[in-house]
């Protein structure tokens, strides 16, 4: 459950300045009194630009969109605080801000995610959590919400169900609803097909990706999978060609994603 934290706020405001003091802290978690808290530093990427102008391209490319680079560079601290407190009020599942300044943002610690978890489990295991998953960002998408960073990373569960943290990107406030939800897709599928035998991607996959679309049922999304299909058609064709070009793991996200949707659309 993600409860108010019963330590002072002064303790952890004392705790996070000196965290703040120490240069070697970066995002990570601390304890007071046994409970368990998340520590975010807020600082300037120095890749930043270069990451939103090529983010710029890439949703140009991928879903016909033109947004300015400056609308998809990340919020940082301040952004994430704020989304997490209007998503806390719609009754959405994720952490508590419990203390923020200028440098640095105190969340509730809402467990371990499950990208340090899949990989224990057996492979009937990993499809009943995928569909769980899927089911889950389905309910995000028909409800108006978003998340921006949709990968197993960054989704946890507690008793009450599942929660979604790093909330940095801004992707829901540039582009279209359909474009917002093709990104969110493109990045949860992706994960959750890399982490599925190579003979399971296409039938299981495909269910995985039918089970998502059958809850959501909008149209414009699935022209906007369709285009980005298309996009990615030439990875299959290198992947058969050439594999040793895409053994890498983001390139094998990237194909096994284009095959489900060129199977499944």
């Given at each position: 459950?993600?409860?108010?934290?019963?330590?002072?706020?002064?303790?952890?405001?004392?705790?996070?300045?000196?965290?703040?003091?120490?240069?070697?802290?970066?995002?990570?978690?601390?304890?007071?009194?046994?409970?368990?808290?998340?520590?975010?530093?807020?600082?300037?990427?120095?890749?930043?630009?270069?990451?939103?102008?090529?983010?710029?391209?890439?949703?140009?490319?991928?879903?016909?969109?033109?947004?300015?680079?400056?609308?998809?560079?990340?919020?940082?601290?301040?952004?994430?605080?704020?989304?997490?407190?209007?998503?806390?009020?719609?009754?959405?599942?994720?952490?508590?801000?419990?203390?923020?300044?200028?440098?640095?943002?105190?969340?509730?610690?809402?467990?371990?995610?499950?990208?340090?978890?899949?990989?224990?489990?057996?492979?009937?295991?990993?499809?009943?959590?995928?569909?769980?998953?899927?089911?889950?960002?389905?309910?995000w998408h028909v409800?108006?919400?978003?998340?921006?960073?949709?990968?197993?990373?960054?989704?946890?569960?507690?008793?009450?169900?599942?929660?979604?943290?790093?909330?940095?990107?801004?992707?829901?406030?540039?582009?279209?609803?359909?474009a917002t939800r093709?990104?969110?897709?493109?990045?949860?599928?992706?994960?959750?097909?890399?982490?599925?035998?190579?003979?399971?991607?296409?039938?299981?996959?495909?269910?995985?990706?039918?089970?998502?679309?059958?809850?959501?049922?909008?149209p414009s999304l699935?022209?906007?999978?369709?285009?980005?299909?298309?996009?990615?058609?030439?990875?299959?064709?290198?992947?058969?060609?050439?594999?040793?070009?895409?053994?890498?793991?983001?390139?094998?996200?990237?194909?096994?994603?284009?095959?489900?949707?060129?199977?499944?659309?």
């Amino acid at each position: 459950m993600n409860e108010r934290a019963d330590v002072p706020l002064e303790r952890l405001e004392a705790r996070a300045i000196s965290l703040c003091a120490d240069a070697q802290a970066e995002t990570g978690l601390f304890e007071i009194d046994g409970q368990t808290f998340v520590f975010k530093r807020g600082r300037p990427k120095s890749w930043a630009t270069a990451r939103a102008c090529l983010a710029a391209i890439g949703c140009r490319l991928a879903f016909g969109e033109w947004v300015a680079p400056g609308q998809l560079r990340t919020g940082g601290i301040r952004q994430e605080a704020a989304r997490l407190r209007e998503l806390s009020r719609e009754g959405r599942r994720v952490p508590l801000v419990l203390f923020q300044n200028d440098e640095c943002l105190v969340l509730s610690y809402v467990g371990q995610s499950f990208d340090e978890i899949v990989e224990h489990l057996s492979a009937a295991e990993k499809i009943t959590l995928f569909e769980r998953l899927a089911d889950d960002l389905a309910a995000w998408h028909v409800k108006g919400c978003w998340h921006g960073g949709a990968q197993l990373r960054n989704v946890t569960e507690q008793a009450d169900g599942f929660y979604r943290i790093d909330f940095e990107e801004r992707h829901g406030y540039a582009l279209s609803v359909a474009a917002t939800r093709a990104y969110d897709v493109f990045l949860y599928f992706g994960d959750a097909f890399s982490h599925l035998d190579e003979s399971e991607v296409l039938p299981q996959g495909g269910a995985l990706l039918q089970r998502y679309l059958n809850q959501v049922q909008d149209p414009s999304l699935v022209l906007m999978l369709r285009r980005l299909s298309r996009l990615l058609r030439p990875m299959v064709w290198l992947s058969k060609r050439c594999p040793r070009l895409t053994r890498k793991r983001d390139a094998q996200r990237i194909v096994r994603v284009a095959r489900v949707l060129q199977a499944v659309l």
